[in-house]
């Protein structure tokens, strides 16, 4: 018997590694064209990212206002104009992956609720420096004391730098926050480690938003390429992984689209939508 082709009404996308090539390289205009006009025939497309708000808004703006953005992997919501606010991780929490972090020689970076990168100088900076040259549209700012990080409420804590340099850390954080926090592991051209709110993920930020428009999970396609894209491609049916993707998403995949070299999301949407 033939497989029902799915009634897909939302697409969803993940950006580094399977929109664009990571480290702010723009969407190329192929994949663009091939979203606006799925826009444009009433279809919801939600770019879901760890991301933080500011690097997100301008992939929305690339695309179109109608695009919506799930940001820091859940987050933060980009609808309109607005920036809507999820679950934030504990500030203890935070206050303990910081604190573990520059004991392990990290520079840890702590986003808060006004959109302001703060961070402690300390092991590893040159990552840190390389990021904020890197992205001039948004505001980072150097601290003196450890207090000084949560001059504002904090939404997450995080380090970054080149996959070797990182991984040590990912056990301190886990059997220190425990299920009290959901640490995120992103291995890449810039890898980088996350403490999130325990429903501060990808799947549930990207669910409640579908049952909010009316979706089911099973009329909802998305793409992805990195270990934070497992919790999405364990929760829909029809999750498609980039030909460029970790082996551990490709095992999960629904079906596997070209890499994103080749703008595979752009491929895979026309052969389904014309």
């Excluded at 993707?245 to 596997?256: D, H, M, Q, T």
Aim: charged share 25%; proline share 8%.
């Amino acid at each position: 018997m033939t497989e029902a082709k799915p009634r897909f009404r939302l697409i969803a996308s993940d950006i580094d590694g399977t929109l664009a090539g990571g480290h702010g390289a723009p969407i190329p205009p192929r994949t663009v064209g091939v979203l606006r006009r799925l826009l444009a025939r009433g279809l919801p497309v939600v770019l879901v990212t760890g991301l933080n708000p500011w690097s997100a808004r301008r992939y929305v703006e690339a695309i179109g206002p109608e695009t919506r953005a799930i940001a820091l992997n859940g987050i933060f919501l980009l609808e309109g104009d607005e920036i809507r606010e999820g679950h934030f991780l504990d500030e203890a929490l935070v206050r303990e992956g910081a604190r573990l972090a520059l004991e392990a020689g990290y520079t840890p970076l702590i986003y808060g609720a006004d959109g302001i990168t703060r961070y402690l100088p300390g092991g590893h900076l040159e990552a840190v420096e390389r990021l904020i040259a890197e992205r001039p549209y948004q505001p980072y700012c150097a601290v003196d004391h450890f207090d000084d990080l949560f001059a504002v409420r904090p939404a997450q804590v995080s380090v970054c730098g080149e996959e070797a340099e990182v991984a040590p850390l990912v056990p301190l954080w886990e059997q220190a926050l425990g299920n009290r926090a959901y640490v995120i592991f992103q291995p890449g051209k810039r890898t980088w480690l996350e403490a999130n709110h325990p429903r501060a993920r990808k799947d549930v930020a990207l669910l409640e938003l579908a049952a909010r428009l009316g979706i089911p999970r099973e009329a909802i396609l998305y793409f992805g390429d990195n270990l934070n894209d497992l919790v999405l491609f364990r929760a829909i049916p029809h999750a498609v992984a980039m030909g460029n993707a970790r082996p551990e998403v490709k095992a999960l995949a629904w079906r596997i689209a070209p890499p994103q070299a080749e703008e595979g999301v752009a491929a895979f949407l026309e052969a389904i939508f014309g």
